[in-house]
C-alpha cells in the first residue's frame, strides 16, 4: 500500500487552476521528486501534503486514511522548508524539541530525543548554539533534525537545497539519502534542479502545466522521453534535420571520432577543467559534444563524430 496518495486532485487561488486531475502515489521509504519549472504546480501539491492548501476537488490519502480535510498538525507529517524556519531566539537543542511539546512528552524525554537526533545528523556538538551561528548546511541539518524526530510518514522537502553553495549542495544531497536509508521514511521533495533531482529521486515526476508529463526511474525518464518538452527540460538536446526526419540525440551521444558518419567544424571549444565542452556547425546546425582531455580540438578544426543513441517519442 502507497504511504501516501494524491486521487485526481484539482487545485489552485482563487480562479486560477494550478493542478489539474493531478494523480501520485508514494510508497513506504521512497524518495519522490517532483520536478518542474516556476508555476507548473509542483509546490502547490507540496502544500497539499501538508495541509497548507485544500483542493477543489480530489483527496490525498496517508497510510490509507483521507487526511483531505486535516490541518498540518494532525498529519503525520513533517515540512522542511525552504527557509528552514529556524527560531532564532531558541537553541538548537530547544528547536529541534519544539514539535515534540504538542506531542506530549515530558521535558527530560524531548531534550533526550532531540540529542539522539542531533547525534544522528552530526550536529550534538552544537546543541547550544544559535541559529545565527550556522552554516547554512549546519541549519539544514536542524532542520532535518527537528523534522524528523516527530518520526512522520513523510517527510515534505520543498526545495531544501536551494539556499547553499555547490560544495554544499553535494554534501547535503548526499546527507539526504543516508536519512532515506537510516530512517526509512517516504520523501518528497520539490525541486526546479534536474541534477538534484536524477541524483536524489528513487523516482522523479516531472510537472507541466498542472499534470504529470512523465514519471519513472530517472535514467528510464532521461533516456526515454515521452514528448520534446520533458526530453528538453532533463538535459540538452541536439537536433540534425535529415532528409527524411529529425534526428534527436543527448550530448553523451555524441562520439567524436576520426572516421564518424557525421562531418562539421568547431564552432567553439570550452574547458571543464575534467573535459572539452564543443559547439560543432554541421551544415549550419549546431551539435553539442564532449570530449576528455586527451583529444583537444581547436576552434575551426575539422572534426568527425557518430551518433550512438537517438530519442524517441510519439508526436502529439
Known amino acids: 500500500m502507497s504511504v501516501m496518495e494524491f486521487k485526481n486532485i484539482t487545485a489552485g487561488y482563487g480562479g486560477h487552476t494550478v493542478l489539474d486531475n493531478f494523480s501520485l502515489a508514494i510508497d513506504k521509504g521512497e524518495l519522490i521528486c517532483l520536478i518542474g519549472p516556476s508555476g507548473c504546480g509542483k509546490t502547490t501539491a507540496l502544500r497539499l501534503a501538508g495541509g497548507y492548501l485544500q483542493p477543489k476537488q480530489g483527496q490525498v490519502f496517508i497510510d490509507g486514511v483521507d487526511v483531505t480535510s486535516r490541518p498540518p498538525e ?7 522548508f525552504q527557509s528552514y524556519a529556524l527560531f532564532p531566539h531558541m537553541t538548537v537543542a530547544r528547536n529541534v524539541e519544539y514539535g515534540l511539546r504538542f506531542q506530549g512528552f515530558a521535558a527530560h524525554e524531548r531534550h533526550d530525543r532531540a540529542l539522539e537526533m542531533l547525534q544522528a545528523m552530526h550536529m550534538d556538538d552544537r546543541a547550544d548554539a544559535y541559529p545565527a551561528e550556522l552554516s547554512g548546511g549546519q541549519q539544514q541539518r536542524v532542520a532535518l533534525a527537528r523534522s524528523l524526530v ?32 537510516e530512517f526509512g521514511v517516504a520523501m518528497l521533495l520539490v525541486t526546479h534542479d534536474r541534477e538534484e533531482a536524477m541524483a536524489l529521486g528513487d523516482r522523479i515526476a516531472l510537472v507541466h502545466d498542472g499534470h504529470i508529463a512523465q514519471e519513472g526511474n530517472p ?36 562520439r567524436l571520432g576520426a572516421e564518424g558518419a557525421y562531418t562539421g567544424s568547431v564552432e567553439r571549444a570550452i574547458f571543464l577543467g575534467s573535459s572539452w565542452e564543443y559547439f560543432i556547425d554541421v551544415d549550419g546546425q549546431k551539435v553539442r559534444a564532449r570530449g576528455d582531455r586527451s583529444m583537444l580540438l581547436n576552434e575551426g578544426d575539422a572534426v568527425s563524430f557518430n551518433i550512438t543513441s537517438l530519442l524517441n517519442w510519439k508526436e502529439e
Not at 494532525?74 to 522542511?80: D, E, G, K, Q
Not at 533516456?223 to 532528409?243: M, T
Open 150 to 181: 516527530l518520526k512522520p510518514q513523510v517527510l515534505l522537502l520543498d526545495e531544501p537545497l536551494s539556499n547553499l553553495d555547490e560544495g554544499l549542495r553535494f554534501e547535503m544531497r548526499e546527507e539526504i539519502k543516508a536519512v532515506q536509508r
Open 219 to 254: 535514467a528510464h525518464v532521461y533516456d526515454h522521453p515521452s514528448n520534446e518538452y520533458c526530453a528538453r527540460f532533463l538535459g540538452w538536446v541536439n537536433v540534425l534535420n535529415s532528409c527524411d526526419s529529425p534526428r534527436y540525440f543527448r550530448v553523451e551521444a555524441v
Open 74 to 80: 494532525r498529519r503525520p507529517v513533517s515540512t522542511v
